[in-house]
């Protein structure tokens, strides 16, 4: 096991139902980042497939893993905002339970958010599984402009994936949009603009993920 901090600067949140098809292979991508002060908060929304017993299994073998079962099923929006409420760590990354990422995902974004503080998030070049990596239509492009005008214009500049959604971001700017409990379908889309209106956001054209 990894020998890492007892106080993590990553909370990586990943709310899961029914996932054992592909959690590991998630976890996997995860617990294998050349940057290793991260925990892990799983939300388990009342699964009725083989997910509990797979992430205890990876529990039971590095204690970055926090594992919670949901008694029911919360809904997917709460189940996302779950994971983020109940972290406390400097950066917060949502990862879905089929997502995977190249090993120096986590490491390429923190030193740049470290060191670049009119951002408020970051990411790596997005695509799908099978796909091709295209800014416009995965919508991971990077909002730089240091006009917040130009930054929501370009965020709505056409119909796209929201790949930014899973960028690695500064919690802290996340707290007061979450708080509003924004339970309505297209929240995501919500967050990046509230997001963009506090900082810029990044994109980093080597290394990858794949959702």
């Not at 995965?138 to 930014?164: Q, V």
Request: proline share 3%; charged share 20%; aromatic share 14%.
């Amino acid at each position: 096991m990894p020998n890492h901090s007892n106080s993590p600067v990553i909370s990586i949140g990943m709310p899961v139902y029914n996932g054992a098809k592909n959690i590991r292979n998630a976890l996997d991508s995860i617990l294998s980042q050349s940057f290793i002060d991260f925990v892990i908060i799983i939300s388990d929304n009342a699964s009725t497939d083989g997910t509990e017993a797979i992430v205890l299994e990876y529990a039971r073998n590095d204690s970055r893993i926090n594992y919670i079962r949901q008694p029911k099923n919360i809904g997917a929006i709460a189940n996302f905002q779950f994971v983020f409420k109940i972290s406390s760590t400097k950066y917060f990354m949502w990862a879905a339970d089929d997502d995977t990422r190249s090993r120096d995902y986590l490491e390429k974004n923190f030193y740049f958010l470290e060191n670049n503080e009119s951002y408020v998030g970051s990411t790596l070049q997005t695509r799908f599984q099978g796909g091709h990596f295209d800014p416009v239509r995965m919508g991971d492009a990077s909002l730089y402009h240091e006009d917040f005008a130009k930054r929501i214009i370009n965020f709505f500049g056409t119909w796209h994936a929201n790949g930014r959604f899973y960028s690695l971001f500064r919690r802290a700017e996340i707290v007061p949009w979450i708080e509003k409990d924004r339970n309505f379908l297209g929240s995501d889309w919500t967050l990046i603009t509230y997001l963009a209106s506090k900082g810029k956001l990044n994109r980093i054209d080597t290394g990858w993920v794949e959702l």
